[in-house]
């Protein structure tokens, strides 16, 4: 039985300060949570992969060749919007 923890996806406490200009520090906030989106991406990505084809169940070529569906490409496309407005939440709380 696994027991998942699940983090929050929005920093709490006081917003940290990087440089002197505010619109400097939302810009490192959204550099920041798209640096560490990719590192956690990268890793999963290439976990699937080698553990696909250490099982002979696909080949890397086959992942390169892949063509969504139109189902798929709605998922990816409403996934890729949540992740944007995690990534402006600095500039859209600035405006607020």
């Known amino acids: 039985m696994s027991n998942k923890i699940k983090l929050p996806r929005v920093a709490k406490g006081k917003k940290p300060k990087y440089l002197d200009d505010g619109s400097i ?4 906030a959204m550099i920041m949570t798209l640096t560490q989106e990719i590192s956690v ?11 696909l084809e250490n099982k002979n169940m696909i080949s890397g070529k086959e ?8 189902d798929l490409e709605a998922t990816r496309k409403n996934r890729r919007h949540e ?14």
Do not use: C, G, H
């Open 25 to 28: 520090d939302n810009l490192m």
């Open 41 to 51: 991406l990268r890793d999963r990505v290439d976990t699937l992969e080698r553990t």
């Open 63 to 70: 992942l390169d060749e892949f063509i969504p569906s139109d």
């Open 83 to 96: 992740l944007l407005e995690r990534v402006l939440l600095p500039i859209k709380k600035d405006l607020e």
